[in-house]
C-alpha cells in the first residue's frame, strides 16, 4: 500500500458530505428571536414575576397574621353604652350570654383601657385623633400583654374567667379574609396585564393606582380579622401608610385623565399640582399639622375627584368623546361613593354605645367600591356581555358584602344565617335589575337581524352593479350598524377589525373582492359609536369582520352568478346563430316572393341584434340607442310609416344584461303594437336617462282607443314585466287628437362607470 499525502483524501470527504467531526466542530446556530417575540416574552416573564410577588406577599401576611397571638373575644356595646363580651372560636372561654365586662387585666396587673370606639374602627377610619390614639395604645397594650400571660377578665356579675393569647392559626382568619386577598391579587394582576400589554404613561399611572388599592384591600382584610389584637406595627402605621395609599391613587387618577383619552393642553402642570399637593398634604399630616388628619385626608380625596371629574368634562366640551363619558361615568361614581361613605362617617351615631352600625359598613363599601371600579374599567372595550355581566355580580357583591356587616352589626345574626339572606337578597337583585341594567348599558337599540340582511343584500347589489362603490357601500352599512359621528379613510389596513383609543375608534380594514376595487391597503375608520353615547367594544370589531366578510361573500356569489348567466346566454346565442340563424338563411334564399325574401331578411336581422346582445354581457349606452334607433327605423321603414326619434342622455356608462334586455324587448314591443294593431301611419319614441332616472314616451297616431278598455294580452303584459324588473312603472294613456301614448319611468336607474 502506498502512503497518501495529508490532504489527499479532501476532496473525497467533501464530495461524500461533512464528516461527524466536521459537523461537532461548527458552531451551533440558533435562531433568532424576532424584537417582538422577544418583547413579549419579557413581559410575559415579568407578569409571572408579578403574580408570583403577589402570591408571596398574600402568604407571608396571611402567615404573620395567623402567627400573631390575640385574644378569642368579641366586643359590643348595648343601648345603654356598657361593653359586651362575646366568645370567638373554639379557643373562647365558656362566657354567658351577654356577658357584661367590667374590667379587663394582664398578667402584670395592669388593665387594659377596653373601649368599644377603638375596637371597631381601624386607625383610618377613626374620624377624631384621640380615638385614633387611644386605639394605637390598646394594641400596643394587648400586645405587651400577650407576652406575659392570659388576659384575666371580670364581669358585672362577678364571674372571673382567664382568656389565653393563642395564634389565630388559618383556620381562624374568618370567612371575609380570603375572598378580600382574592380581590387585592385580582386587583394586582390585572394592573399589571393592563400595564405591560401596552406600556405608556397611562396605563403605568393605572398600575400604580391598582397597587395602591390593592394594598388597601389587603389592609381592610386584616382590619375585618375576628377577634380582639393585631401586630401593634399595623396599628401605629395604617394612618400614615393609609393615606399615602389614597392620596398617591388621586395624584395618578388626577394625572392619567390629563393624558387619557385626549391629552390635556397643560397636563403638566395639572399632574405636577396633583402630585405636589399630595406630598405636601401626607408630610403635613406626619408633622401633626393638619388636625384631624382623617377630616383634612377625606376632603383631600373628594377635592382630587372632583378635579378628575372636570377633567373628563372638560375633555367632552371639547368634542363627543364616548371614552371620556364612560371614564366619567366611573369618575362620578368614586365622587358620589366618597361624600356618601364621608357624610356617614360624620353622622351623628357615635354616642356612648359605640359606632352606628353605617359607620363599620362605610369602610368596607369604599375600598371595595374603588376596587371594583378599578378593576372594571379596564374592560370596558372587551366582550359588552361579560363586561356588563361582571360589573352587575362586582355590584351586587359589593352590596351583599355591605349588607351582611349590617345584619351581622344591627340585628346579632350568625355568619351563616346573614350569608344565606344576604345570597337570597342578592339574587333576587341580580334576576330584578339585569335587563334593566343590560338595556341602559347598551346605550342604544342596534339592528335586528333581519334589517342586517336587508342592509347587507343592498349594499351586495350596489356594489355588484357599481364596483367602484364598494368602499361607500361598506361605509354606509358601517353607518347603519354602529352609528358614528365620522367615518374616515386610512392608507393603512390591520388584518383585521380593531378597537382603538380606548374604544373611541374602530378601524376596519378596506379589502374589496379581486377585480372590484384598488389593491392598496385601506381602512375604514369609524369615531364615537352611537353617535358619541357609547364606545367600541371587541364585540363591535367581530361583527365588523363579519360583516365584511359576509359582503364579500355577496358579492362573490352575485359575481358567479353573472358569470353562469353570461355562459348560459352566451350558450343559447350560439346555439340561435348556428341553428336557427341557418335555417332562416336557407328560407330566405328558398322565398318564393320578394315579400318573403324581406320579411325573413327582417327576421335574420332581428336574430343577428338577439345574439349579439346575449353574448355581450355590458352594453355601453350610447352603442345601444344607436341600435335601438337603427333598428326601430328600419321597422318603420318596412311598415312604411313615418319616424321621429329624440334622445337625452346626460352620460354615458354601461347598461347591464338585464338592463339591455329589458328596454330592448319594451321597445320593440311597443313599436310592433303601432305597426300591427294601431295602424298607425306615424310613430315617435323620445328616450332620456339623467339623475332623475330613465323615461321613455312612445306615441303614434293610431286607433288604440281608451286603454281603460284594452283587455289583458301578452304584448302588453311582457311591457309591464320588464318594466317592474327594472323597479318601474308604465302607463297609457289617449293621444291628441288620435293614437296613444305609452310612458315608462324608472326613477332608480344606476349606470355602470
Avoid at 344 to 368: D, E, F, I, N, Q
Avoid at 464 to 477: E, S, V
Avoid at 727 to 753: K, S
Amino acid at each position: 500500500m502506498s502512503a497518501q499525502a495529508p490532504g489527499a483524501g479532501a476532496p473525497a470527504a467533501d464530495a461524500a458530505g461533512p464528516t461527524v467531526d466536521a459537523v461537532a466542530a461548527r458552531p451551533v446556530q440558533r435562531p433568532r428571536l424576532h424584537p417582538l417575540g422577544r418583547w413579549i416574552g419579557w413581559r410575559l416573564r415579568l407578569l409571572i414575576a408579578l403574580a408570583l410577588a403577589s402570591c408571596l406577599v398574600v402568604f407571608a401576611t396571611t402567615r404573620w397574621l395567623a402567627q400573631t397571638p390575640h385574644l378569642p373575644l368579641h366586643f359590643s356595646a348595648d343601648a345603654s353604652g356598657r361593653i359586651v363580651v362575646q366568645a370567638v372560636g373554639a379557643h373562647g372561654p365558656p362566657l354567658p350570654d351577654n356577658a357584661l365586662l367590667a374590667a379587663a387585666t394582664s398578667a402584670q396587673g395592669r388593665r387594659l383601657p377596653v373601649s368599644v370606639h377603638a375596637l371597631e374602627l381601624p386607625p383610618r377610619w377613626q374620624v377624631t385623633d384621640e380615638a385614633r390614639a387611644h386605639h394605637v395604645a390598646l394594641q400596643r397594650a394587648l400586645s405587651e400583654a400577650a407576652a406575659h400571660g392570659p388576659l384575666s377578665l371580670r364581669l358585672a356579675d362577678g364571674q372571673t374567667f382567664s382568656v389565653p393569647f393563642v395564634p389565630r392559626s388559618y383556620d381562624g382568619m374568618g370567612l371575609p379574609y380570603w375572598p378580600l386577598m382574592a380581590v387585592a391579587m385580582l386587583l394586582m394582576l390585572v394592573g399589571a396585564v393592563v400595564a405591560l400589554s401596552r406600556p405608556q404613561p397611562a396605563n403605568l399611572l393605572y398600575l400604580l393606582m391598582a397597587a395602591c388599592q390593592s394594598a388597601q384591600v389587603l389592609l381592610l382584610a386584616t382590619g375585618m380579622l375576628p377577634g380582639v389584637g393585631l401586630p401593634p406595627t399595623l396599628s401605629q402605621i395604617d394612618l400614615s401608610l393609609r393615606m399615602a395609599l389614597d392620596l398617591a391613587t388621586a395624584a395618578a387618577g388626577v394625572h392619567a385623565l390629563a393624558l387619557h383619552p385626549r391629552r390635556h393642553a397643560a397636563w403638566r402642570p395639572i399632574a405636577g399640582t396633583a402630585w405636589a399637593t399630595a406630598a405636601t398634604l401626607l408630610a403635613l399630616a406626619g408633622t401633626g399639622v393638619l388636625a384631624p388628619a382623617w377630616g383634612w385626608l377625606q376632603a383631600a380625596l373628594l377635592a382630587f375627584t372632583a378635579a378628575a371629574l372636570a377633567l373628563t368634562l372638560a375633555t367632552r366640551r371639547r368634542g363627543a368623546d364616548p371614552v371620556a363619558r364612560v371614564v366619567g361615568g366611573f369618575v362620578a361614581g368614586a365622587l358620589a361613593l366618597g361624600v356618601v361613605v364621608t357624610a356617614v362617617m360624620l353622622l351623628p351615631g357615635r354616642t356612648s354605645s359605640g359606632p352606628s352600625p353605617w359607620t363599620v359598613v362605610a369602610p368596607a363599601a369604599w375600598h371595595l367600591g374603588v376596587a371594583l371600579l378599578l378593576m372594571v374599567a379596564p374592560f370596558v372595550t372587551r366582550s359588552r356581555r361579560v363586561m356588563r355581566e361582571f360589573a352587575l355580580l362586582a355590584g351586587i357583591s359589593a352590596v351583599a358584602s355591605a349588607l351582611d356587616l349590617l345584619f351581622v352589626a344591627v340585628f346579632s345574626l350568625s355568619p351563616f344565617t346573614s350569608l344565606a339572606l344576604v345570597v337570597f337578597l342578592a339574587l333576587g337583585v341580580y334576576a330584578g335589575l339585569r335587563q334593566w341594567i343590560f338595556s341602559r348599558f347598551t346605550g342604544g337599540q342596534t339592528l335586528s337581524t333581519e334589517r342586517i340582511f336587508e342592509q347587507l343584500y343592498r349594499a351586495a347589489r350596489d356594489v355588484q352593479a357599481q364596483p367602484l362603490h364598494y368602499p361607500a357601500g361598506l361605509a354606509g352599512l358601517l353607518n347603519d350598524l354602529f352609528e358614528p359621528l365620522d367615518i374616515t379613510r386610512s392608507d393603512s389596513a390591520p388584518l383585521r377589525s380593531r378597537v382603538a383609543r380606548g374604544g373611541a375608534a374602530l378601524r376596519v380594514p378596506l379589502r374589496p373582492p379581486p377585480g372590484l376595487g384598488a389593491s392598496t391597503p385601506q381602512s375604514l375608520v369609524l369615531r364615537f359609536a352611537g353617535r358619541g353615547r357609547r364606545i367600541f367594544t371587541v364585540e363591535d370589531a367581530v361583527l365588523a369582520d363579519r360583516v365584511v366578510a359576509q359582503l364579500r361573500r355577496a358579492v362573490d356569489y352575485d359575481a358567479a352568478v353573472e358569470r353562469g348567466r353570461s355562459e348560459e346566454r352566451l350558450r343559447i346565442a350560439q346555439d340561435l346563430h348556428d341553428d336557427i340563424g341557418a335555417r332562416l338563411l336557407t328560407l330566405m334564399y328558398q322565398a318564393p316572393t320578394r315579400e318573403m325574401e324581406d320579411y325573413l331578411r327582417h327576421t335574420l336581422k332581428d336574430l343577428k341584434t338577439l345574439t349579439r346582445g346575449l353574448a355581450a354581457s355590458e352594453h355601453r349606452l350610447s352603442h345601444a340607442v344607436a341600435e335601438w334607433k337603427s333598428d326601430l327605423a328600419q321597422r318603420m321603414e318596412a311598415a312604411r310609416m313615418d319616424f321621429e326619434w329624440t334622445t337625452q342622455i346626460e352620460c354615458d356608462g354601461q347598461l347591464s344584461m338585464v338592463q339591455w334586455s329589458a328596454i330592448t324587448r319594451v321597445l320593440r314591443e311597443l313599436a310592433t303594437n303601432a305597426i300591427h294593431h294601431a295602424r298607425a301611419t306615424r310613430v315617435s319614441v323620445h328616450l332620456r336617462i339623467d339623475a332623475q332616472g330613465l323615461f321613455i314616451q312612445v306615441s303614434d297616431n293610431g286607433v288604440g282607443g281608451d286603454p281603460q278598455l284594452w283587455a289583458p294580452g301578452l304584448g302588453l303584459g311582457g311591457v309591464r314585466k320588464r318594466m317592474k324588473l327594472l323597479g318601474g312603472e308604465v302607463a297609457w294613456r289617449a293621444n291628441q287628437p288620435a293614437g296613444i301614448v305609452c310612458e315608462a319611468v324608472v326613477r332608480d336607474f344606476a349606470l355602470r362607470a
